[in-house]
């Protein structure tokens, strides 16, 4: 937003009182100071008087700080381009614990972007979509149709490298892999009080944008997601133990479909 006062844009977790940490760049000068309320977590944190752990991770840092609240433990997110590490800030540490840096040792993102994203199933049966080829789509650089399959590795070059993991599903499933070595590394759900674990999909929202709520690219995106959830659920099952956890799914805001397919359609946009 702008602020009138300082009379310059401001970014909603921005915050130069403190550094990055994990890499270089001003990336982790973050914070959630700008939030005025609390949070979920933090009032959980005081009800049991600063006991159990709170942490937030996403591959956007926004959607990690946030939901974690003001006293959470640590926020993680994704920087991409070509730094391909998961990150913080020190308005939470000073150094990235062992388990994060033996997790970006493992170079997930390199491998789920040197394959194809094709449809799950076959393309005939998404019927909640609209044809693959048209024009209300935004293509990828490099690809001369907005349509599938997507040669990854191939259009990686011409978009950012690591940050096309953000608009393709496995942005969510890298997202789901590190929430699995955060609840291992963290030994989250073993002592007597409640952690409370933030994971926010962003892929999803990069996705919509850039295709559109009734694309091909974003049913696919939900239905790999779904898949994504299963697997994180099966490990909580594993690691935490059936009823031991608590779990909701929630959405930060809804979409409406792309303005200038609702225009062809003679719908005011």
């Not at 005025?36 to 600063?50: F, G, R, V």
């Not at 955060?182 to 990069?206: C, H, M, N, W």
């Amino acid at each position: 937003w702008y602020d009138k006062a300082l009379k310059q844009s401001i970014y909603c977790v921005s915050d130069s009182n403190y550094k990055t940490i994990g890499n270089t760049g001003n990336v982790g000068e973050k914070s959630p100071k700008r939030m005025l309320t609390t949070t979920l977590s933090d009032q959980l944190h005081l009800a049991q008087n600063m006991r159990g752990k709170t942490i937030g991770i996403s591959i956007k840092d926004r959607a990690a700080i946030l939901p974690a609240g003001h006293s959470a433990n640590a926020a993680y997110w994704y920087d991409s381009g070509d730094r391909n590490q998961w990150i913080t800030s020190s308005y939470y540490m000073e150094n990235l614990p062992n388990w994060v840096k033996k997790f970006n040792k493992k170079n997930k993102a390199n491998s789920y972007l040197n394959d194809t994203w094709n449809t799950l199933y076959d393309i005939k049966t998404y019927t909640q979509s609209r044809a693959d080829d048209n024009i209300f789509e935004k293509n990828l650089n490099g690809q001369e149709k907005p349509i599938f399959p997507k040669d990854l590795k191939k259009l990686r070059k011409n978009n950012g490298n690591f940050d096309l993991i953000k608009t393709v599903p496995a942005g969510n499933t890298l997202t789901v892999d590190f929430a699995k070595a955060v609840i291992q590394g963290e030994k989250l759900g073993k002592t007597a009080f409640t952690d409370f674990l933030t994971v926010s999909f962003s892929a999803t929202d990069y996705i919509g944008h850039r295709y559109g709520v009734a694309a091909v690219e974003t049913e696919d995106t939900y239905l790999r997601l779904d898949q994504d959830l299963a697997s994180f659920f099966s490990f909580l099952d594993a690691e935490v133990g059936v009823g031991n956890y608590t779990l909701f799914l929630t959405a930060d805001h809804a979409a409406v479909q792309v303005p200038s397919y609702l225009q062809s359609l003679k719908i005011p946009a």
